[in-house]
């Protein structure tokens, strides 16, 4: 994700992202994804601040993580997180990572990039990897009112492209949440492995 717009949405906006708080359906799937992996290394792809990576960290992982936005890196690696600077297009390991965790991160990319993206991940995780994604649900593209820019799928869609990428679904959750706009929108929680 390169989009300046967005990347400058959450570099002014640290705090605030911090404190906006989970839904309970994203901490159970959060859980279920840390339960999934068991030990091993993984990619939190997207990770802002840096919030799960520590939550992994604390829960024995090993985490990499990886952030087109400077500010957010740099909170993190003041935590303690291991953060990188970086997009989508540097996911370029083969059969590195046992997760990877990609929390309302790829709803960035645009609706061509997804299946590479998909794909990438693919590659990147180990056989039988644990692979998470949240996204919202919804038709079309735009910007909400911090100018950050979303693609929005259906659940039918996401299902068919994580499928086409080859991953096997474990576990479907779909959910209302507030963002860090403020605005109620669905949403979907994949747990699914390679």
């Known amino acids: 994700m390169t989009d300046e717009k967005t990347i400058n949405a959450y570099a002014t906006r640290v705090a605030e992202y ?8 994203q901490i159970e799937a959060r859980m279920a994804f840390t339960e999934a992996v068991g030990t091993g290394h993984v990619l939190d792809l997207g990770s802002g601040p840096g ?22 890196v740099e909170y993190a690696r003041e935590n303690g997180v291991d ?3 970086g997009t989508f297009d540097d996911v370029t390991e083969e059969e590195e990572y046992d997760g990877v965790y990609a ?12 299946p590479r993206h998909l794909a990438s991940i693919h590659r990147a995780l180990k056989p039988e990897g644990t692979f998470f994604l949240g ?60």
Do not use: W
């Open 83 to 85: 953060a990188h600077l």
């Open 135 to 194: 996204l919202k649900l919804g038709t079309g593209d735009h910007r909400d009112d911090l100018e950050r820019y979303y693609t929005y799928f259906s659940q039918t869609e996401i299902e068919e492209a994580l499928t086409q990428a080859g991953f096997t679904i474990d576990r479907i959750t779909t959910g209302m949440g507030a963002g860090l706009a403020g605005n109620y929108d669905g949403f979907i929680l994949v747990l699914a492995h390679a």
């Open 18 to 25: 911090l404190q906006v708080p989970l839904p309970p359906e």
């Open 51 to 72: 919030s799960d990576s520590a939550f992994f960290m604390r829960e024995g992982l090993t985490v990499r993580a990886l952030d087109p936005t400077p500010a957010f």
């Open 103 to 114: 929390s309302f991160s790829l709803l960035h990319a645009t609706r061509a990039e997804f």
